[in-house]
């Protein structure tokens, strides 16, 4: 089986200014990869905030097949080796364009991986989005 758990880190809200549509994408892709790379196990969606740099920071974290060193850098390029197609390409797009960074980490084979995506907290704005909304509805 897999398990599938959303936390916070108790600091609300999770305010960004970002294109609602386009957050969900980036978010839909990072779960959706999470699953399809973890036969079993289990899969953790964490947002916290990282108010020393005014920023969000949401993560997947999983059990499954791990991505090895030589692989990482590429994972975010136009055409990656693992075959993700221009998935993971266009989340880098997405969240570069609304001003954050997105990065993944994994001790290699076999050792599960996490996905990172930082966004600027801006909680002033009309035009806010509440990430934290669209995580619980996956």
Known sequence: GLSLTFSTDKQPPY???????KIRQVINN????SVKYTPKGSIS????KKPA????????SDTGIGIDAAT??????KVNVIGTG???????EIIQGHGGKVWAESAGKDQGSTFYV??????????VT?????AKTM
């Open 72 to 77: 990482l850098p590429q994972l975010f390029s």
């Open 130 to 134: 509440r990430v934290a909304d669209f």
């Open 53 to 60: 740099q005014g920023k969000i920071l949401f993560a997947v």
């Open 30 to 33: 990072l779960i959706d990869n």
């Open 118 to 127: 930082e966004l600027i907290e801006d909680s002033a704005s009309m035009h």
């Open 15 to 21: 305010m960004v200014k970002a294109d609602k549509t």
């Open 86 to 92: 221009l998935g993971l390409y266009i989340v880098k």
């Open 45 to 48: 969606v964490t947002i916290s």
